[in-house]
């Protein structure tokens, strides 16, 4: 259960990045980079799940669990990062 629960909220980051990964790649030349484009591309349909699964872990009762507070910890700092994912997927040209 726990693993199931800290991938939802990673996928959640993954599907965040998804987008600015998408805008780096933007005029990209070189060709191993450029192939992720259509992936990403593919990979877009699903990004509506992201804010789903951010607004179900943002919900005080799911993290009343005693699996979430066994792991809070790093729960919390997943959950932190699925909330403000700028802070970690900033991409430098």
């Known amino acids: 259960m726990r693993s199931s629960r800290v991938r939802g909220v990673g996928l959640a ?5 998804l987008d600015p ?3 780096a790649l933007e005029g990209e030349r070189d060709a191993g980079r ?6 990403l591309a593919a990979l ?3 990004a509506p ?3 789903r699964i951010r607004d179900f872990w943002r919900e005080p009762s799911p993290r009343q669990t005693a699996i ?3 792991h809070e910890d790093i729960d919390d700092v997943m959950l932190a990062t699925c ?3 700028d802070g970690v997927l900033s991409l430098e040209p």
């Open 49 to 51: 799940l992201g804010p």
């Open 68 to 70: 979430w507070r066994e």
């Open 34 to 39: 450029a192939r992720l484009r259509p992936r």
């Open 13 to 17: 980051i993954g599907l965040a990045a």
């Open 21 to 23: 990964l998408a805008q």
């Open 83 to 85: 909330l403000v994912p």
């Open 44 to 46: 877009a349909r699903f």
